[in-house]
């Protein structure tokens, strides 16, 4: 793994929030100041293949990259406020319903969060 791949999978492991590629490249940036955006880009695309990350699609709104840690996510549909949540592990059930095995789910619920829920009134 090189130099810059191990620091982007420590930021985004370290991090509470699930940040986009421009973000992750602002941070890395305050201490790595030669780096750049296509560095960024292509060591998140190698961690995603690798299975070291993850990356979250939302239509409408920018990928997010988060630690490989087996949960759930609750996306608000007016801001895209992204936010982790556990719920019952489906596999069991998936799998059964499939009659096979599944290598992994990507659950996401959309809803109102309470800020927007709370602006809608």
């Keep these: 793994m090189t130099r810059y791949a191990q620091l982007i999978l420590e930021l985004i492991n370290q991090s509470k929030e699930h940040m986009t590629a421009e973000q992750i490249f602002l941070e890395l940036k ?3 100041p030669k780096v750049v955006q296509a560095t960024i880009y292509n060591n998140l695309n190698t961690l995603c293949r690798e299975g070291r990350i993850r990356k979250i699609s939302i239509e409408g709104s920018r990928d997010r990259y988060d630690k490989i840690k087996k ?6 549909k007016k801001c895209s ?6 719920f019952e592990d489906l596999t069991g059930n ?3 319903q499939l009659g096979e095995g599944i290598i992994s789910y990507d ?3 959309f809803y109102l969060c309470p800020k ?3 602006e809608k009134m």
């Excluded at 949960?71 to 608000?76: A, I, K, Q, T």
């Excluded at 406020?81 to 556990?86: A, Q």
């Design 30 to 32: 305050k201490t790595e």
């Design 71 to 76: 949960h759930d996510h609750l996306v608000c």
């Design 81 to 86: 406020t992204l936010c982790d949540m556990k």
């Design 94 to 96: 998936l799998e059964k």
């Design 107 to 109: 659950l996401k619920v």
């Design 116 to 118: 927007c829920r709370k």
